[in-house]
């Protein structure tokens, strides 16, 4: 089993930045593809950006990108989200998730093909 702890969320205004975490213990996931989801009130969870677990390959939403940045430390065992240029758009509930790789350039943009997933972090962007 893998559990993943998000943190760094928070308030910010409109144009400001924030780092969030995505720390896994139970195992190592260098072999596990990286994701960062979010959920609006009165929203369906979308994606936002996925990282390889070899680390060189990355997507996002487009409504992100540009802004967003999403990157590992396999050493670490943690993921993160830069994110930039934060928009009112953006407040939701961000969730880190983990899904078993098979190659090492796969990234997966759809929930079910995740197999863990945190609690998830606040950001709330004020305008």
């Known amino acids: 089993q893998v559990q993943l702890v998000e943190s760094g969320g928070g308030l910010v205004q409109a144009g400001g930045s924030l780092r969030l975490s995505c720390a896994a213990s139970?195992?190592?996931?260098?072999?596990?593809?990286m994701g960062w989801f979010r959920q609006a009130p009165e929203k369906e969870r979308e994606f936002v950006a996925g990282?390889?677990?070899?680390?060189?390959?990355?997507d996002y939403a487009d409504s992100v990108k540009g802004r967003f940045a999403i990157s590992r430390d396999n050493v670490k065992n943690t993921a993160y989200l830069q994110m930039n240029s934060l928009k009112p758009e953006d407040t939701a509930v961000y969730y880190c998730?983990?899904?078993?790789?098979?190659?090492?350039?796969?990234?997966?943009?759809?929930?079910?093909?995740?197999?863990?997933w945190g609690q998830g972090t606040q950001v709330t962007v004020s305008s």
């Open positions: 990282i390889s677990w070899g680390g060189g390959n990355t």
């Open positions: 139970g195992r190592t996931v260098s072999r596990f593809v």
């Open positions: 998730a983990a899904g078993r790789g098979r190659f090492s350039v796969q990234i997966y943009t759809t929930a079910p093909t995740y197999d863990f």
